[in-house]
């Protein structure tokens, strides 16, 4: 009977420890640059690709980042909107992307060389803010 609860009780912090609301949630960087608030619903954070689109005052209230592989931008955006969610701003103003890509260095196999290449990754960067 112990090992059942025991088994039961890993299997639990297993799933608990490993979630995540949306992929690159976890590795979503965030620095506050003002006080978390409540949290807000998940959908309800506006997304805005410029500052020039937001209308009214607001004060920033924490600086994001993500790096990775070009072609996931949707899942990083998402996780930018739920971050945001979860310390309660409103919105998200969205940099645009850079490329960081890493030299990765040749090899040598069967006979063949390969050059170094250039790794297709990059810099996501977003501003949480929350209207006045």
């Not at 590795?27 to 506006?46: D, E, F, N």
């Not at 196999?109 to 250039?118: H, L, M, Q, T």
Request: aromatic share 12%; charged share 25%; hydrophobic share 40%.
């Amino acid at each position: 009977m112990s090992y059942k609860v025991l088994i039961s009780t890993l299997a639990i912090a297993a799933l608990l420890i490993g979630c995540e609301s949306t992929p690159h949630y976890n590795r979503t960087k965030i620095v506050m640059t003002g006080q978390a608030l409540p949290k807000k619903p998940y959908g309800s954070v506006k997304l805005y690709q410029s500052k020039e689109e937001v209308r009214g005052d607001y004060d920033v209230i924490g600086i994001m980042t993500v790096d990775g592989n070009s072609g996931e931008e949707a899942l990083f955006i998402k996780a930018f909107l739920y971050r945001a969610a979860d310390i309660g701003a409103d919105g998200v103003i969205l940099y645009r992307g850079r490329e960081i890509g890493k030299l990765q260095p040749g090899w040598f196999a069967y006979g063949y060389w390969s050059p170094p290449r250039i790794t297709p990754e990059r810099a996501y960067r977003g501003e949480a803010v929350h209207f006045k």
